[in-house]
């Protein structure tokens, strides 16, 4: 199947900085990226949804300015906590879609570990 | 409320018995009904998905559909421990393409 990487895997920083994670399809171009964040014993929940080359759209409740996303390429879109805070401490994962309508054309990445201390 | 509700266990069953999961949803406007399974430190992997209401059997693993009740099910049979693993449940609407409401998940252990 298709591979979807992160990167980094895990990452601690300190709060006020800011916070860069990859998502990447390995072997193949997606058309659309997805970015959930899932707190402890909590769903994945969705925070937006990016198309290459154009601007990502956010779910409600999610700071736009907060969470950057860039979607630069059919392989690469990055996710950036801007401020973070221990409150942006998550897990956070990315999908990445490919053509087609079922659902075996998304893929999941294996998802980045922010802590803010 | 949440729109899906998924018990986070752990549930615990001996190798060879069967798991038996479900979810429960308040939208009635899902249409795609997904399972996923996730290994510790792994993303999410698509075990099966069912459109609209109905059964389907793919291997060990079969997942109901009962829209009526707003109630899906997986079932594992002949569990192994390599089954073992967090099971996610996942729904979308035919008019938000890729957005899945998921569950919390599921914690599977399977004893030798």
């Known amino acids: 199947g298709a591979v979807v990487s992160q990167h980094p895997s895990w990452v601690i920083c300190k709060s006020g900085t800011s916070v860069k994670i990859e998502c990447r399809s390995l072997d193949f171009q997606a058309t659309t990226m997805f970015w959930y964040r899932q707190f402890p014993k909590q769903s994945l929940m969705l925070m937006a949804t990016?198309?290459?080359?154009?601007?990502?759209?956010?779910e409600q409740g999610v700071e736009k300015d907060k969470f950057l996303i860039n979607h630069a390429s059919l392989t690469l879109s990055t996710l950036t906590v801007t401020s973070a805070h221990p409150e942006d401490s998550s897990f956070y994962i990315c999908s990445a879609k490919t053509g087609g309508h079922g659902m075996e054309t998304q893929y999941f990445g294996p998802g980045t570990r922010l802590l803010v201390l | 409320q949440k729109e899906v509700e998924q018990d986070p266990g752990p549930l615990s069953v001996p190798e060879g018995a069967i798991v038996s999961l479900n979810c429960t949803y308040s939208?009635?406007?899902?249409?795609?009904f997904m399972w996923y399974r996730q290994y510790s430190r792994k993303g999410p992997e698509l075990l099966m998905y069912t459109y609209s209401s109905g059964n389907k059997e793919d291997g060990r693993f079969t997942a109901q559909v009962d829209k009526s009740s707003k109630y899906i099910s997986l079932f594992i049979r002949d569990s192994q421990p390599s089954d073992s693993a967090t099971y996610l449940c996942?729904?979308?609407?035919?008019?938000?393409?890729?957005?899945?409401?998921f569950g919390a998940g599921t914690q599977v252990v399977v004893t030798p």
């Open positions: 990016s198309n290459e080359g154009s601007k990502a759209t956010y």
């Open positions: 939208n009635s406007a899902f249409q795609y």
């Open positions: 996942a729904m979308m609407t035919t008019d938000s393409w890729g957005k899945f409401q």
